[in-house]
């Protein structure tokens, strides 16, 4: 059985726009009849297209979108933008085109104008970027608006939500013109502030373009898609974007990596900083007060003698760190800080699918799933588990086919110098050797620590189930890696799978419950 992959979400209703008046507004030349045309969306992709759409023809990897006309005009599309090239496969046709050099370039504000989402009119809007931390800043940011009484909205890697209504994500950011649909969705039911996952290939391929963020923030940057970027500075430089006037108002910078400073120095827009760490310089510090399997306690610090206690169903002090940005993310947008503290004094109440999610049940071994899959976020869960743990650690992972192979030598140093026992599984292993990753990670771990218990278990079913059979009442497991995720990705094909339910299934087969 396949994947399902969700649809796009757009507003039930949409004031048509006129394509002569479209392209009037962008200046752009038009062939045919535009004047008796109204758009009701937008569609880059003919899988999605709807009758009314505007179909945006670009080149892409392989083949120009143009090549897919006969489909377009099959699902509805009423009029065509594209470039000079596509301009020359599509001949002549009975519906308009629009004529526009780099279509990509200028898609968000194309579809920010289609969907009505102009200035005026638009929730709050807050952005999150980093290698680690991104999904639970949004969420956390999300549950914190709630608690506050906004009507929110999210778009992150596990979900989207609007106005209570919770879907599957197809990307942690979506394209532009699903972005801009989701948003003016979110405005039709009522959202009041929305928290977006911002990944460094959104920016680099403009998938925010069209949006104007009231705040955004940095998490922290390390070793990860350098599949992608070439090496750190650029992969740095692919998230700088964000804070340009172009995107957003205000912005706040976690220190507590080097990159920090470079975003501080290199911003466009006013920036506030925070850090977790001792004799860091900083507007805001947040500090833990306490750690339990279940929680994370901690106080935030800021200017004019502002303190702010609360806590998050989250195990460790990078989830603090993570509350505390969300939390001056929120006073930047103009939220009293009083009233933030009022808010939360009880504690954030948040639910985070497959980031350190406690899947134990009243008897056992603690069995957590997490989505970390970088070497720093290795780092910062076994730290965190390692710390309400009496008994041993047993770690369970696997590395990523066809992705940043690079890390995984660190991944796999980190994961043997932090546990006690280590399974080594698969996870997607796409088109490449699952034995062969699996090889690799194995070496490097003994290479790391000679005399560490180190298993090779494939498939990861078997590795959890090994783990389980292996741990007593005190001792941890933590399985990294495929977190809230709902497939395994085999040789291109997406086959349904949870962990959580996996790692459940193996402790009621052992009489753990």
């Given at each position: 059985?396949?994947?399902?992959?969700?649809?796009?979400?757009?507003?039930?209703?949409?004031?048509?726009?006129?394509?002569?008046?479209?392209?009037?507004?962008?200046?752009?030349?038009?062939?045919?009849?535009?004047?008796?045309?109204?758009?009701?969306?937008?569609?880059?992709?003919?899988?999605?297209?709807?009758?009314?759409?505007?179909?945006?023809?670009?080149?892409?990897?392989?083949?120009?979108?143009?090549?897919?006309?006969?489909?377009?005009?099959?699902?509805?599309?009423?009029?065509?933008?594209?470039?000079?090239?596509?301009?020359?496969?599509?001949?002549?046709?009975?519906?308009?085109?629009?004529?526009?050099?780099?279509?990509?370039?200028?898609?968000?504000?194309?579809?920010?104008?289609?969907?009505?989402?102009?200035?005026?009119?638009?929730?709050?809007?807050?952005?999150?970027?980093?290698?680690?931390?991104?999904?639970?800043?949004?969420?956390?940011?999300?549950?914190?608006?709630?608690?506050?009484?906004?009507?929110?909205?999210?778009?992150?890697?596990?979900?989207?939500?609007?106005?209570?209504?919770?879907?599957?994500?197809?990307?942690?950011?979506?394209?532009?013109?699903?972005?801009?649909?989701?948003?003016?969705?979110?405005?039709?039911?009522?959202?009041?502030?929305?928290?977006?996952?911002?990944?460094?290939?959104?920016?680099?391929?403009?998938?925010?373009?069209?949006?104007?963020?009231?705040?955004?923030?940095?998490?922290?940057?390390?070793?990860?898609?350098?599949?992608?970027?070439?090496?750190?500075?650029?992969?740095?430089?692919?998230?700088?974007?964000?804070?340009?006037?172009?995107?957003?108002?205000?912005?706040?910078?976690?220190?507590?990596?080097?990159?920090?400073?470079?975003?501080?120095?290199?911003?466009?827009?006013?920036?506030?900083?925070?850090t977790s760490e001792l004799g860091v310089d900083a507007d805001w510090h947040v500090a833990v007060t306490a750690e339990t399997p279940a929680y994370t306690s901690f106080?935030?610090?800021?200017?004019?003698?502002?303190?702010?206690?609360?806590?998050?169903?989250?195990?460790?002090?990078?989830?603090?760190?993570?509350?505390?940005?969300?939390?001056?993310?929120?006073?930047?947008?103009?939220?009293?800080?009083?009233?933030?503290?009022?808010?939360?004094?009880?504690?954030?109440?948040?639910?985070?699918?497959?980031?350190?999610?406690?899947?134990?049940?009243?008897?056992?071994?603690?069995?957590?799933?997490?989505?970390?899959?970088?070497?720093?976020?290795?780092?910062?869960?076994?730290?965190?588990?390692?710390?309400?743990?009496?008994?041993?650690?047993?770690?369970?992972?696997?590395?990523?086919?066809?992705?940043?192979?690079?890390?995984?030598?660190?991944?796999?140093?980190?994961?043997?110098?932090?546990?006690?026992?280590?399974?080594?599984?698969?996870?997607?292993?796409?088109?490449?050797?699952?034995?062969?990753?699996?090889?690799?990670?194995?070496?490097?771990?003994?290479?790391?620590?000679?005399?560490?218990?180190?298993?090779?278990?494939?498939?990861?079913?078997?590795?959890?189930?090994?783990?389980?059979?292996?741990?007593?009442?005190?001792?941890?497991?933590?399985?990294?890696?495929?977190?809230?995720?709902?497939?395994?990705?085999?040789?291109?094909?997406?086959?349904?799978?949870?962990?959580?339910?996996?790692?459940?299934?193996?402790?009621?087969?052992?009489?753990?419950?």
């Amino acid at each position: 059985m396949k994947e399902q992959i969700p649809p796009i979400l757009r507003p039930d209703a949409v004031l048509p726009v006129n394509l002569a008046q479209f392209a009037e507004h962008f200046d752009l030349p038009v062939t045919g009849d535009a004047e008796s045309v109204e758009l009701t969306g937008i569609s880059m992709n003919t899988g999605d297209l709807r009758p009314g759409d505007l179909f945006v023809a670009m080149p892409g990897k392989k083949t120009h979108g143009a090549n897919f006309i006969a489909q377009a005009l099959s699902q509805g599309a009423v009029a065509v933008v594209t470039d000079s090239a596509g301009i020359e496969l599509l001949g002549s046709l009975e519906i308009p085109i629009l004529k526009l050099e780099n279509p990509r370039a200028r898609l968000g504000e194309l579809a920010a104008y289609v969907y009505g989402n102009v200035a005026g009119n638009m929730p709050k809007i807050f952005g999150t970027t980093g290698t680690n931390g991104k999904t639970s800043t949004s969420y956390l940011l999300e549950a914190i608006l709630r608690q506050l009484g906004e009507t929110t909205g999210l778009t992150s890697t596990a979900e989207r939500h609007i106005a209570g209504e919770v879907i599957v994500s197809r990307l942690t950011t979506p394209e532009s013109p699903e972005m801009q649909a989701l948003i003016a969705r979110m405005r039709e039911k009522g959202v009041t502030a929305v928290a977006i996952e911002v990944s460094a290939q959104a920016l680099s391929q403009l998938r925010v373009d069209g949006l104007h963020f009231d705040v955004v923030g940095f998490t922290n940057l390390s070793h990860d898609h350098l599949d992608d970027y070439k090496d750190m500075q650029e992969y740095l430089e692919a998230k700088l974007p964000l804070f340009t006037k172009r995107r957003a108002k205000r912005g706040v910078v976690c220190l507590d990596t080097k990159y920090g400073k470079d975003f501080v120095r290199q911003s466009e827009i006013p920036v506030v900083t925070i850090t977790s760490e001792l004799g860091v310089d900083a507007d805001w510090h947040v500090a833990v007060t306490a750690e339990t399997p279940a929680y994370t306690s901690f106080v935030l610090a800021g200017p004019d003698g502002v303190y702010i206690r609360s806590r998050v169903p989250l195990l460790g002090a990078h989830m603090a760190a993570n509350a505390g940005l969300a939390i001056v993310m929120l006073v930047e947008a103009g939220f009293a800080p009083e009233r933030i503290a009022k808010a939360i004094e009880g504690g954030i109440e948040a639910y985070l699918p497959g980031r350190t999610e406690r899947v134990t049940g009243a008897t056992g071994p603690d069995v957590y799933v997490d989505f970390g899959h970088s070497p720093d976020a290795f780092l910062n869960t076994l730290s965190a588990v390692r710390k309400v743990t009496e008994g041993k650690l047993f770690m369970v992972f696997g590395a990523d086919g066809d992705r940043d192979a690079s890390k995984r030598p660190a991944m796999a140093q980190v994961a043997a110098e932090g546990c006690d026992v280590l399974i080594i599984t698969d996870h997607h292993p796409r088109f490449e050797d699952p034995a062969a990753i699996r090889k690799t990670l194995v070496d490097c771990a003994r290479a790391a620590k000679p005399n560490l218990e180190i298993h090779e278990v494939s498939p990861p079913e078997a590795a959890i189930r090994k783990a389980v059979s292996m741990a007593k009442p005190g001792d941890a497991i933590l399985w990294a890696g495929p977190g809230h995720q709902d497939y395994r990705d085999i040789r291109g094909v997406r086959t349904p799978y949870s962990a959580r339910h996996e790692a459940r299934a193996a402790l009621a087969e052992n009489g753990w419950s």
